[in-house]
């Protein structure tokens, strides 16, 4: 028998990390660690760095990314992700397959909620 998992994030699609990474840069440039943070924002507590830059660095080779060198009065150089116009693209694209997800869940839960119901009915 199927147990919930107790990963919140273990249903989302796979590579869920991708868009959330272009939404987070395209909403602000960002480095690595504050994209780690903001990362465990949306939920992902477990966000692991080693994949965190992985992905920047994948993302950053197929053109959805561009990063630069900045310079800090307060630390080290931080290198600072910018989405791509082709970035913004797939972010786009990505949400409206989501969006879809979305209303095949919605209707998933609604019809769910109603055997519920309806069980729960036959049993008491």
Same mark, same amino acid.
């Given at each position: 028998m199927?147990?919930?998992?107790?990963?919140?994030?273990?249903?989302?699609?796979?590579?869920?990390q *991708?868009?959330?990474? +272009?939404?987070?840069? #395209?909403?602000?440039?960002? /480095?690595?660690?504050?994209?780690?943070? %903001?990362?465990? &924002?949306?939920?992902?507590?477990?966000?692991?760095?080693?994949?965190?830059?992985?992905?920047?660095?994948?993302?950053?080779?197929?053109?959805?990314?561009?990063?630069?060198w900045?310079?800090?009065?307060?630390?080290?150089?931080? *290198?600072?992700?910018? +989405?791509?116009?082709? #970035?913004?693209?797939?972010? /786009?694209?990505?949400?409206?397959?989501? %969006?879809?997800? &979305?209303r095949?869940?919605?209707?998933?839960?609604?019809?769910?909620?109603?055997?519920?119901?309806?069980?729960?009915?036959?049993?008491?």
């Open positions: 199927p147990r919930a998992s107790d990963d919140p994030l273990a249903g989302l699609p796979r590579n869920f *991708r868009p959330c990474l +272009l939404l987070l840069i #395209g909403e602000q440039p960002s /480095h690595g660690y504050d994209l780690l943070e %903001r990362l465990r &924002e949306l939920g992902f507590k477990q966000a692991d760095p080693g994949m965190l830059y992985r992905s920047l660095r994948a993302m950053e080779q197929e053109g959805l990314v561009k990063s630069d900045e310079v800090s009065d307060l630390g080290p150089r931080r *290198r600072t992700y910018v +989405l791509s116009d082709e #970035g913004r693209d797939w972010l /786009h694209a990505w949400a409206g397959s989501l %969006r879809e997800t &979305e095949v869940l919605q209707r998933f839960i609604e019809r769910y909620s109603d055997f519920a119901a309806e069980e729960g009915s036959r049993q008491g």
